[in-house]
């Protein structure tokens, strides 16, 4: 059953802040295989956006959040895996994609065409 959210809501695992990002970036160049977060490595290549996500993103006409691990559970709490979709409608929160089925992912397109299926 397709739902209509008005919101969609990403969750990084990772951290906040440039620090933090530099590290990621870092992380992703010299040990790609244990890199934690699979929808960082879906949507953003080593340094920039995947232009294929960016082109979704932007056309799609969907209202999307993107939040950071820690800013998530600053303002939901910690009882969530990480990474993760979710739809928002006001306050409440329902698991769109979850963290297993981001990390059987290969790429954006694969990410753009479950999105697609489930809203």
Known sequence: MKTSP????????????IRNAILDSMHK???PSTYQCSLCDITFGKVSENKVWNKFRRERGLEMEFLH???FIQQYGPQFNFPSVYTRQDE?????ISSEELNRL???EEL????????
Do not use: K, M, P
Not at 6 to 17: E, K, P
Not at 92 to 96: A, V
């Open 69 to 71: 691990r820690d800013e």
């Open 112 to 119: 753009i065409g479950l999105i697609q299926e489930r809203i």
């Open 6 to 17: 008005t919101h969609l809501l990403f969750v990084y695992n990772a951290d906040s802040g």
């Open 29 to 31: 160049v010299l040990s």
């Open 92 to 96: 409440s929160l329902d698991i769109l």
């Open 106 to 108: 290969n790429n954006a």
